[in-house]
């Protein structure tokens, strides 16, 4: 058994500056950040980590070392600090926030939100309030596998259940990292909606695409696997599919869930978190696999695996899907097919990945945003405004019927704008919608791929009537849904000419 370490008491002049945490293995000495250069301070640390190596230095906010050393002062302090968090939480929900961003640089600070897929910064509070609420929300309103906030490194959490409830969250996640001249924190906001999943005519999808994953829900076993960026919706069409799996089997099937956290209500399905030590990324692997393994042993039905990350999860997830289990789960890759080509550089070999009874579907999706019907500007008007240059009008002229193409009100109106903490947000634009390309497997798919590769395989598919996320994209524009503009930037309007060799339309 180790010997825990006997520390020096802090000296009596810096003790408002210097805590020590002696009940953490090893321990932590925690360093009030504004005193941090103080020669006094710096002098007895110094001393101190050449003695102790194994001691591990953390800054900290008042607040944080008051309440730490016992001053009954420091309750209503954090208190106050938890209220304000809260706060910015709801007003984030309100405005349909789905991140929310503390940037530290220097003295300065920034609270960002992202709207609509676009950052918009709502407040400029210094430096050492932005630390304060980092420090209380890592410390002491999430559920994290450290004690303290350390700045010098990563660190991921999640909110504890109590705050999420009355922040009116159903989950929110924490992340920060070190960056040059400071920290960034991000939070993920996951809103508490209710077990009422959105459908998928509701989150975008086509008609035609609808039809599609009705037939593909016939198929009583095999991966169903999603891709695309991180903010991409992937978390809540899982939750659609998932929702359409209860309701179609009337709730006699075990769906159970393995993700990290839990984003959003199932209603009728077991959910359960991937638990880790999220500071060990071995840690994180392992829990993964486990909870992939350990799930089915629980007589699971149909799985809903929250990422297949890396060789050893992705491995799991195959093996539960070829023991005859229906499973739903997530890739970050740019298309469908490239799902295919990630798992080969997980290491799996190609002969079982091509076996389109293992894989059913592979899809792929982005979120564009919609423009606000009350405010948006037509075509006519934008040209008579010389809003778009004759470049662009012969550009979007090329690849869309402009009859009803509409563009975003840099303005917005009272329909669409948004306030919070002051500044008004959100100009011309009232929510997302999924872009979104479907990838049935096949004999005839897999053997492309397998024989010739993705350009192949996508070929084959388009050539089978495969709707890509470009022509979704070009639907939506035409409809007056997308801004042109916007679209290019998430998927060029040319992009199946680039990929396809599709000629414009006179």
Known sequence: MNDIPVLPPVPAAIADAVVIDDHASPPVVLVDREQKTDAAVQAWVETLCR??????????????????????????????????VIRLFRQACEVGASDI???????????????????????????????????????????????????????????????????????????????VGGLLIVMRTIPDDGDAAPTLDALGFLPEQINLIEELERRPEGVNALSGPTGSGKSTTLRCLSARFIQRTRGRRNLITIEDPPEGRIAGGIQTPVIADKSSQDDTMRAWQTGIQSSMRLDPDALLIGELRDYASSLAGISAALS??????????????????????????????????????????????????????PWTEAVRQNHITEKQQAYIRNWVDVT?????????????????????????????????????TDRGLMETWFDKGVLAARMYWKNRGGITRCEHMRRRVAEGMIDPLIADDICPLNEDNRLYGEVADD
Not at 58 to 79: C, D, K, V, W, Y
Not at 332 to 345: A, C, G, V, Y
């Open 51 to 84: 003695s102790h190596p194994e001691v591990d230095v953390t800054f900290a906010g008042r607040t944080e070392l008051a309440a730490f050393s016992g001053n009954p002062a420091a309750a209503e302090g954090q208190s106050e600090t938890q209220d304000k």
């Open 101 to 179: 961003h503390l940037i530290t640089e220097g003295n300065s600070g920034l609270i960002r939100m992202r709207v609509n897929g676009e950052l918009y910064t709502v407040s400029e509070p210094p430096a050492r309030e932005i630390m304060t609420m980092a420090t209380t929300i890592y410390g002491t309103m999430c559920d994290a596998s450290e004690p303290h906030l350390v700045e010098t490194r990563e660190q991921d959490a999640r909110l504890k259940s109590t705050f999420l409830r009355q922040a009116g969250l159903f989950g929110a996640r924490y992340s920060h990292r070190p960056k």
């Open 324 to 377: 005859g289990h229906w499973v739903l789960t997530t890739f970050h890759t740019t298309d469908p097919l490239s799902i295919l080509t990630r798992l080969q550089i997980y290491g799996h070999p190609p002969a079982l990945l091509a076996d389109p009874g293992l894989f059913v579907s592979l899809i792929s999706q982005r979120l564009a945003p919609v423009l606000c019907t009350a405010c948006r500007i």
């Open 404 to 440: 009803h193409v509409h563009f975003r009100n840099p303005d917005g109106c009272p329909a669409c704008r948004k306030k919070v903490m002051g500044q008004e947000i959100s100009h011309g634009l009232r929510g997302r919608t999924v872009i979104a390309e479907i990838v049935p």
